[in-house]
C-alpha cells in the first residue's frame, strides 16, 4: 500500500513502514500546508502525521483511499476524530512512550520559573555578574510546599511521583480518583479551585477538548497564591494567554513555565517580554529515546491498521465495532 508521511520522523519509524509498503515522506523541514497534505494523500491508503498537521474533515474527505491515520504524539487535538470514525479510518496515537519525558520537563520548567535559571543565565553572560550578592535573583524554595497536578492521568501522574524527593504535599485535580498517586504520596483529590488557592507550584497535564479550552483564565489566576508558579506542557489553549499575560504583568503570581502556546507555532509578544516566564519550543518529548520510541509505535500502529488489525493505540475503536456489525448485516 502507498503511505504519505507528513515529516521526517526517526529512521526506526521509517524502516519499519519501508519493510511492507511503499513510503512518500515530505522532502521538506516544514509544515505542510493544508492543500499539500490533501495533494500527498492522494491514492494513499496510510498517513503518518504530526500535531502540527490539522487533519480536519476536509482532509479526511479529500482522500478516498485513506484506511489508516497515526499520530506522532499523544494528543490528537489536531485530528478530526469524528470525521475519521465516520469514514471507518481508525486514529492512533503514541502513550506512554513520552510520559516520563514530558513530565521531566515540567519538572524542568518548574525549578527554572521558580528560580529563576534564564535569568541568571542572561545576567551572567551579559556579563553583569558583580560578585555574590544577598538580593540577586531570589527566587521560592520547593522542598516541603504543595503541588497541585491538573489532570492526573499518565504524565500528571508521572510529574506528581517525581516530587517524591522534595517532599511536597501533592494534591490533584480529576474527573477519576488515582487511587496509585493516593498510596504513594498522600496525594489528594480536590477540586480545581482548592487547587489554585493552596498550591504553590500548578502544573497542567490536560488533554486539550471544548472542556478544557481556556480553562485557566483571569478568574483562576486571580485565586492562585501571588507566589505561585504556575506550568504548562500540555496544550497552550488550555490556558487563556491574555490573562496569563496580566497575570505575570501585575505579579498576581510570581512566575510560568510554558512549554505549548495558543496558537503555535505564534507567540504573543507580549508573552515574550516578560521576565517572570519561561519559555520552551513544544519541546517535552525531545529526548533521542523518546523519538525514536514514538516513530516505532506510530509506524507500528499504522501497519496494524493497514492490516485490517485494530491498531495497539487506537484512539477510536468502535470503528472496529461497525465494521464488524457491517459484516455481520
Ligand atoms: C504530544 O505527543 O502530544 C506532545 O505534545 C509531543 O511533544
Known sequence: MNIFVTRKIPEPGLNLLRKH??????????VLAKQEIIDNLAKKEGLLCLLTDKIDKDVISSAPDLKMIANYAVGYDNIDVSAATERGIPVSNTPGVLTDS???????????????????????????????????????????????????????????????????KVLYYDEHRNEHLEKKLGAKKVALEEILKISDFISIHLSLNESTRHLIGEKEFKIMK???????????????????????????????????????????KKLIKLKNLVLQPHAASATFNTRTKMAIMAAENLLAGLRGEIPPNCVNPEVFDNKTKNHKN
Open 226 to 268: 501571588d507566589t505561585a508558579v504556575l506550568i504548562n506542557t500540555s496544550r497552550g489553549p488550555v490556558i487563556d494567554e491574555k490573562s496569563l499575560v496580566k497575570a505575570l504583568k501585575e505579579k498576581w503570581i510570581f512566575a510560568a513555565g510554558l512549554d505549548v502556546y495558543e496558537n503555535e507555532p505564534l507567540i504573543n
Open 102 to 168: 514530558t513530565a521531566e520537563m515540567a519538572w524542568a520548567l518548574l525549578f527554572s520559573a521558580t528560580r529563576r535559571i534564564v535569568e541568571g543565565d542572561n545576567l551572567t553572560r551579559e556579563g553583569k555578574f558583580y560578585g555574590w550578592d544577598p538580593n540577586l535573583l531570589l527566587g521560592h524554595d520547593v522542598t516541603g510546599k504543595t503541588l497541585g497536578v491538573v489532570g492526573a492521568g499518565r504524565i500528571g501522574t508521572a510529574f506528581a511521583l517525581k516530587s517524591k524527593g522534595f517532599d511536597m
Open 21 to 30: 509498503h511503499k513510503i512518500r515522506i515530505n522532502p521538506e523541514n516544514r
